[in-house]
């Protein structure tokens, strides 16, 4: 139940310093008047959060277990469950499996090329005895590479897989391998949750655009992956648990698709409307925002708290709370972070 806490200024004592990643900037947490895992429970069950969450409240969570088998390794070469290598590209900060010998030509095919694990077999009891998390911030398993789409580039290559979502004669098969990858993400789902009970969000990976547009039609985003979406969210909610996507490029114009597919959050990256996002969609959907570009290092402080100020006006409406993405403290200042928790907590404190 959502208390009204007034603001005070011993809230800004630094209680730990913490650094996400060797390649991001440090971050302040605050001394804040209930731990950020209960804020972001008041955001997500309530609408009524203490504070805008800030970046490092919300704790990446990793299995080792699923990175190497189903993942995309751990920042070096591999060989997933399925036999695909995966090479780590240093200037990308990430891996791809190389491309012109791909797993799989047609789809139909797929039940004689590719086994589905038998995922609930794995060691999860033996890695969870040395993964613990900090119970005092949200935890957040990111399952990259998906189940759907990415999954199927990393089988086929990129082309191929665009090429099979428009080829009538591959789409029962895909169905088919959809709903098999699917289900096997509901058992990754079923041991994540037995094993971490203080496991707070699911995220899944699927990206669905470029630059510019999407990858494909909403026609084919309804009839091939939004009832699998649905599936996996309806089960992490069963699960008690928060579902959150992963979907990167120009894909504004599927956020209707990601509503209906269960998701409870969206990061969009900056090539979307953000604003218009956040105005149509707000109260359906919870959106990881990124501050428009801003000149920091040229800026006074008071130009930086008042830029701040007038974000936190805007994201703080009524019945559409939203976080501020990880990435986005990597853009910004320690100034702005402060005045956007300070602001944020002024306002939902007056609220009530």
């Known amino acids: ?30 001394n804040t008047p209930v731990s950020a895992r209960e804020n972001f429970g008041a955001l997500y069950y309530e609408k009524k959060p203490f504070w805008i969450p800030m970046p490092g409240e919300n704790r990446n969570f990793n299995s080792k277990l699923y990175s190497l088998r189903l993942g995309r390794g751990l920042r070096e070469d591999s060989v997933d469950i399925f036999g695909l290598k995966w090479e780590f590209v240093p200037s990308a900060g990430g891996s791809i499996v190389h491309p012109g010998n791909p ?10 090329v590719i086994k589905i694990p038998d995922v609930k077999s794995w060691e999860w009891a033996e890695e969870a005895k040395e993964n613990k998390i900090d ?12 189940f759907w789409f990415e999954r199927l580039i990393s089988f086929m290559d990129f082309m191929p897989a665009a090429l099979a979502l428009i080829d009538e004669d591959q789409t029962d098969a895909i169905k088919d391998l959809f709903q098999s990858t699917t289900d096997m993400a ?18 899944v990976h699927d990206d669905w655009g470029a630059q510019k547009a999407p990858f494909f039609s909403q026609q084919v985003a309804y009839e091939l992956f939004v009832p699998y979406m649905k599936q996996i969210t309806d089960h992490i909610h069963s699960k008690g648990r928060i579902a959150t996507l992963h979907s990167c490029g120009h894909t504004e114009d599927r956020i209707q698709c990601y509503i209906d597919g269960g998701f409870d959050q969206w990061g969009p990256q ?19 925002v990124w501050p428009d570009k801003f000149d920091y290092a040229n800026a006074t402080e008071e130009e930086q708290r008042a830029f701040a100020r007038k974000f936190v006006e805007e994201y703080t409406q009524p019945g559409k709370p939203v976080v501020l993405g990880l990435a986005a403290h990597r853009d910004t200042s320690p100034i702005f972070l402060e005045e956007v928790y300070k602001h944020s907590r002024k306002i939902y404190a007056e609220r009530g």
């Open 103 to 112: 797993l799989l030509d047609d789809v139909n095919n797929w039940r004689n």
């Open 1 to 30: 139940m959502f208390r009204k806490i007034p603001f005070v200024e011993s809230e800004l004592e630094v209680v730990e310093i913490y650094q996400p990643y060797a390649s991001f900037p440090e971050l302040k947490m605050y």
């Open 135 to 146: 119970k005092r911030y949200s935890a957040e398993i990111s399952l990259v590479n998906g």
């Open 186 to 203: 509901c058992e990754v789902i079923d041991m994540l949750c037995e094993h971490y009970p203080a496991l707070d969000f699911i995220n």
């Open 270 to 288: 900056l090539m979307n409307n953000i604003h218009e996002l956040y105005e149509k969609y707000g109260d359906k959907i919870v959106f990881a």
